[in-house]
T-cell receptor, first 112, second 116 residues
Framework: SQQGEEDPQALSIQEGENATMNCSYK?????LQWYRQNSGRGLVHLIL?????REKHSGRLRVTLDTSKKSSSLLITASRAADTASYFC????????????FGQGTELSVKP | GAGVSQSPSNKVTEKGKDVELRCDPI?????LYWYRQSLGQGLEFLIY????????KSGLPSDRFSAERTGGSVSTLTIQRTQQEDSAVYLC??????????????FGQGTRLTVV
């Protein structure tokens, strides 16, 4: 079974609104990463948060991590039509070297 | 190279034939990953290399799947006796050290495999 579960599976919002996506995982991690995928091909790394960090920002992105609840959230503020894509969380599992496990993803649609 | 390169970008094969998918990671990256993605689904972990060795092969779906990496660089994923359920996009990624030591993964554009 997948390590990461994402919620919601799909999200549709208007331009200018904020988008929040959640990720839950099952086992201890070294870090959690968020990726974006356009058109079902290559993924692009957005942000990495380490297990000892609670919040991280990058431009319009804000990521939180709660290791006690084994969950993370990605907030995109002031969304744009160009943010339309699938977003995936990925966990680097503790004590499993470099293994990186992805969730099922959230499909975000931003309407102009 | 400048990025992770995968070839071919598309492959159509007949059921029962063998296929080889190639991945050229970013130069100097020691970690290499293979994933499979079916239409509209998440990424299914297949295998992970650190250098030329594969500490984790647990994701390979069956013994028809194998992968190798030579010279700490190029990797080949081989699927023998392909089945229709093997149809998917196969994605390769590399990272400088390994995701476990807080480095990001860089992805190729994938190989879309269609088994007819």
């Amino acid at each position: 079974s997948q390590q990461g579960e994402e919620d919601p599976q799909a999200l549709s919002i208007q331009e200018g609104e904020n988008a929040t996506m959640n990720c839950s995982y099952k086992t201890s991690i070294n870090n959690l990463q968020w990726y974006r995928q356009n058109s079902g091909r290559g993924l692009v790394h957005l942000i990495l948060i380490r297990s000892n960090e609670r919040e991280k920002h990058s431009g319009r992105l804000r990521v939180t991590l709660d290791t006690s609840k084994k969950s993370s959230s990605l907030l995109i503020t002031a969304s744009r039509a160009a943010d339309t894509a699938s977003y995936f969380c990925a966990t680097a599992l503790y004590n499993q070297g470099g293994k990186l496990i992805f969730g099922q993803g959230t499909e975000l649609s931003v309407k102009p | 190279g400048a990025g992770v390169s995968q070839s071919p970008s598309n492959k159509v094969t007949e059921k029962g034939k063998d296929v080889e998918l190639r991945c050229d990671p970013i130069s100097g990256h020691t970690a290499l990953y293979w994933y499979r993605q079916s239409l509209g689904q998440g990424l299914e972990f297949l295998i992970y290399f650190q250098g030329n060795s594969a500490p984790d092969k647990s994701g390979l779906p069956s013994d028809r799947f194998s992968a190798e990496r030579t010279g700490g660089s190029v990797s080949t994923l081989t699927i023998q006796r392909t089945q229709q359920e093997d149809s998917a996009v196969y994605l390769c990624a590399s990272s400088s050290v390994g995701a476990g030591v807080n480095t990001e993964a860089f992805f190729g554009q994938g190989t879309r495999l269609t088994v007819v």
